[in-house]
């Protein structure tokens, strides 16, 4: 999708490893966020990021953590894989308003085994 | 906190057919409410918003959605399915820069 970029696209990693994915805007937007996709469940709110360092919880937390360290890119880290973080993952991005919706990154699909 | 439920896990409908997809919310004070549709191994693309004014809303690919705030409904509608319509979609709804997602619909338009 134009102006967010998500890495890697496909990975498959062993319970107990640490895994980082990574969401890339050249939008300049102030608002990123993190979700994971399952069947029956939608899309749920991991973390998400109002600003350079400013973070907070979604629904689903536990397990992982976040960075923003530049406006740009906003990593998502599970410190120690399990099966249950198999999923995908998309990233999304939003002006400062709440008139606008997101616009979504192509998706990491993680398979923890 | 806001919400919103999509009671159709899946919707089937014949290529030419009005197709509706269901979606109700909660919310506290005025809903934003959004469509969106997901293809296969794809991440989710914008089809409409409802913030204010008008209840019937137009958006992308000939859908629109009915706001109706008696029956607290964003329903999606095409008046003429095609068979290219056949796709994951998610009813949203906004609050303090976060959107919460219904379940999904999968529609399936059969030719």
């Known amino acids: 999708d134009a102006g967010i970029t998500q890495s890697p696209r496909h990975k498959v990693t062993e319970t107990g490893t640490p895994v980082t994915l990574r969401c890339h805007q050249t939008?300049?937007?102030?608002?990123m966020y993190w979700y994971r996709q399952d069947p029956g469940h939608g899309l749920r709110l991991i973390h998400y990021?109002?600003?350079?360092?400013?973070?907070d919880k979604g629904e689903v937390s536990d397990g992982y953590s976040v960075s923003r360290s530049k406006t740009e890119d906003f990593l998502l880290t599970l410190e120690s894989a399990t099966s249950s973080q198999t999923s995908v993952y998309f990233c999304?991005?939003?002006?400062?308003?709440?008139?606008?919706?997101?616009?979504f990154g192509s998706g990491t699909r993680l398979t923890v085994v | 906190a806001q919400s919103v439920a999509q009671p159709e896990d899946q919707v089937n409908v014949a290529e030419g057919n009005p197709l509706t997809v269901k979606c109700t919310y909660s919310?506290?004070?005025?809903?934003?409410l959004f469509w969106y549709v997901q293809y296969p191994n794809r991440g989710l693309q914008f089809l409409l918003k409802y913030i204010t004014g008008d209840n019937l809303v137009k958006g992308s690919y000939g859908f629109e959605a009915e706001f109706n705030k008696s029956q607290t409904s964003f329903h999606l509608k095409k008046p003429s399915a095609l068979v290219s319509d056949s796709a994951l979609y998610f009813c949203a709804v906004r609050s303090d820069y976060k959107l919460s997602f219904g379940a999904g619909t999968t529609v399936t338009v059969r030719a």
């Open positions: 919310v506290s004070g005025n809903p934003y």
């Open positions: 939008e300049n937007h102030r608002y």
């Open positions: 990021s109002y600003g350079v360092k400013d973070t």
């Open positions: 999304a991005i939003t002006k400062d308003s709440t008139w606008y919706g997101y616009t």
